[in-house]
């Protein structure tokens, strides 16, 4: 038997859901905002965060092996460098959202990822019929936090993105299916002269105009109403899909980039971003998970690789295509209009 072989990476994996628990914990009872003023002892922590006592010292120490907290010599915790920048709420660039909706919707419904597997149906709100979209935007709290959770993981996206296009050369940008706008803002707020804006569901602009209110943009971000079923997109030098694609079936994959070819001028480009598999489907673990987790989520979106999305594009008139890395999770796919 080799002797190098050992279970360590089968207990890693077998056991993440623990080590994943515990940082949507800590994001549910507020740690990171707890220590945002500075550190804190044991005995104050655990009574602001309301712990019970036998928990606190395995909970926060888990934290301190995490590197999410520190804790120095005299026993006081404090936020780690990380920590005190993507998950203090009151931080600009709080990447939290997408950790609050792990925690309150995925965490339970992936429990059910082998019925999923046998079943090919998905697994959440929608399980009993419907679509995600229409069953979480019938709440306004439930939307409200599903567009909060978009922008938490497209925060480093948006910005990776700022610095990997010309924006300097382009006049306008439209980000198709905006959520808050994380993208359309960032871009602004990086970018001055840049006309920008969302296209969304029409139940989306309240939230959409707040979060660009929020941030000083509003005479520059605009929202656009629509439905990408019925509706053809705006039209913009840039047009951004992020996360869209692969929500959906490949015949609908191919009708939103047909409509983006359609409604980009001569020259003008479609960004689609997603946490893209690798060509040869073996490496890029996140991608492959973020496809299961659309199995999860959806009735047939799925994820795909650079290769694939270059393919459809291709399909549908785009001359120049090519994929650029964004973060350590996203690629994007860009494609331009002859
Ligand atoms: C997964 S989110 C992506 C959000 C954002 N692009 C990002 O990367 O953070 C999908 C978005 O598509 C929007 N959407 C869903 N169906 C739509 C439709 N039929 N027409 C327009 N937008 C739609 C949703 O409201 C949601 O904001």
Redesign the pocket.
Known sequence: MAQDVTYDGIMQTATGFWASKVLLSAVELGVFGALAAGPLDAASLRSRLGLHERAARDFLDALVAQRFLCRDDAGRYGNSPEAARFLDPAQPDYVGGIVEMLNARLYGFWGSLTEALRTGAPQNEAKSGG?L?AT??ADPAR?EG??RA??G??IP??DALADAFPWKDIGSVI??????G??PVRLALRYPHLRAGG???P??EPIFSRFAAAHGVSDRVRFVA??????ELPSADVL?????L??WDLPTKCMLIGKAHAALPPGGSLIV?EMLIDDERRTHLPGLLMSLNMLIETRGGFDYTGADCIGWMREAGFSETSVVTLTGSHSAVIGTRQ
């Open positions: 679509d979209f979480l935007y939307l599903f567009a978009m922008t993981q497209s996206v948006a980000d198709i299916g905006a959520a808050q994380c993208v296209f969304d569901l139940e989306v629509g439905n990408f079923f019925r509706d951004v899909m992020g996360l869209i692969h929500d971003y």
